[in-house]
């Protein structure tokens, strides 16, 4: 009964160090956002840890209720403890020794508080702090009643203590905190998104769209842009056949209507409208009329795509003109540009699958002249950099300083270019051989991102 007692008393002080280390860390680690869900789905638990999160004044008095629980258990862990594993030691030190008794009792001293130490620091502290860490939302709400009963019976204690700190904090030259900031930048958000990739809980695909979501503001319409070589126009003077003709063999839904050239485009037409058109045929067939029932808003190529994709949102259109800095006709831009930067190349029952990436052998890939040098980078994990130009074909014609023709070849950073084919004056396919030791990281990364390489 002499040893159950005591072991008992320490056991309970321990552990009750544990319990606030823990609801402190727990506080701490807690994820808002799921807590968030939790309580709208009716946890009254999840509701008031939210409540503590979201309130500087709460948070500061639950962390000082745990922060006064810690000392008051340590000190009498240590008043009550180290008495006691003194005295345990003090006898067999000395009846096996010949130490004196002032010295064997500091020996004796000595080992209690280390023993002691070793207790409370491993059990009560880092023990308690990891399982916290681990499980700090499960931890959080079992924790939240008893910590808030213990609040309320140290209130007084609290309220003189954080009064000091505060007026300690003046005296630095540091204003208490108004509220907690737990907002998040965007690459913040995606360092966490890559984080949460890497541990399997979310898919490629989903981080392929988050990531894809960010990079919305660091793109221009410039760069996801149709070029103006390959805009199907239709001229406000051409007749009602041409335009059948012109929109059976190209199948698109929306054409800019133009007066003498593309540099003018004065409106659009939409295949919707054309069919009406023949089936009620009220009018003389006139382009211009419909160029004025469907004006076409005039955009700069350095516009952000997620501000036109706020405009597009906004004005309820989906296709605009875009004027390079000398105020002529760059090309168009429509919505399903803006929609495939985010979810990738969208196929309908009319387009031809086209193949961004084309495995030829182990170290050689064929893509388009039209890709990107961000995407380019983004698959292949590369550096590639360009002020003065955005896409593949573009690379090389800088390189090469003339136009380029099938065959030419230039090398950028240990990786070679070959032009393989052109679409006008343009470049369309190129051929890509990879330094060796990113060909396996290339595969990896567009495997693991829904991708597939074809043979």
């Known amino acids: 009964m002499d040893v159950v007692i005591p072991v008992t008393v320490i056991t309970i002080l321990i552990l009750l160090n544990g319990i606030f280390v823990a609801a402190e860390f727990a506080l701490i680690a807690a994820p808002p956002t799921r807590l968030a869900q939790e309580s709208a789905a009716g946890s009254r638990l999840a509701a008031q840890v939210l409540a503590v999160l979201r309130d500087t004044d709460r948070q500061n008095r639950y962390l000082a209720t745990a922060q006064i629980g810690i000392t008051i258990v340590s000190l009498g862990l240590g008043m009550y403890g180290e008495h006691i594993l003194a005295d345990w030691l003090l006898i067999p030190l000395q009846h096996y020794t010949i130490l004196a008794k002032p ?4 020996i004796a001293s000595v080992l209690a508080v280390a023993a002691l130490t070793y207790l409370h620091v491993v059990l009560g502290e880092m023990v308690a702090k990891s399982l916290a860490l681990q499980f700090a939302e499960a931890t959080a709400l079992r924790l939240i009643l008893p910590m808030t009963l213990m609040q309320r019976i140290l209130s007084p204690v609290i309220s003189l203590l954080n009064g000091l700190g505060n007026a300690a904090t ?30 399997g809980l979310i898919e490629p695909s989903q981080q392929l769209f988050i990531e894809n979501i960010f990079d919305l503001k660091e793109r221009s319409v410039g760069q996801v842009m149709t070029p103006r070589t390959r ?13 059948l003709q012109i929109v059976c063999e190209t199948l698109h839904s929306r054409y800019p209507i133009y007066d003498s050239s593309l540099e003018q485009i004065i409106g659009m037409l939409h295949i919707k409208d054309l069919a009406r058109y023949r089936v009620h045929r009220e009018d003389d067939f006139d382009l211009r009329r419909f160029a004025q029932r469907r004006p076409v808003p005039f955009v700069p190529d350095t516009v952000p795509l997620d501000r036109m994709l706020a405009r597009f949102r906004r004005e309820r259109i989906s296709l605009a003109v875009v004027v390079d800095e000398f105020g002529g006709t760059a090309g168009i831009v429509t919505l399903e540009d803006l929609v495939e930067e985010v979810v990738g190349e969208i196929q309908d029952e009319f387009d031809t699958e086209e193949i961004p990436f084309e495995r030829i052998d182990e170290r050689r890939m064929r893509v388009q002249g039209a890709l990107l040098l961000d995407e380019l980078n983004q698959h292949f994990d590369l550096k590639l950099q360009d002020a003065e130009v955005d896409t593949v074909g573009g690379l090389i014609m800088s390189r090469l300083g003339q136009m380029p023709v099938p065959g030419d070849q230039v090398t950028v950073d240990g990786i070679l270019f070959v032009v393989e084919s052109l679409e006008g004056r343009a470049v369309q396919n190129v051929c890509i051989t990879l330094p060796e030791p990113a060909v396996d990281e290339a595969e990896d990364f567009v495997l693991d991102h829904g991708g597939e390489f074809t043979d």
């Open 103 to 106: 010295i064997a009792h500091t």
């Open 170 to 199: 003046r005296l630095l030259g540091v204003p208490p905190a108004e509220r907690v900031n737990r907002l998040f930048s965007p690459d913040e958000l995606e360092i966490i998104v890559e984080e949460s990739y890497a541990g």
């Open 231 to 243: 805009v199907v126009g239709i001229s406000v003077d051409q007749s009602e056949e041409d335009v």
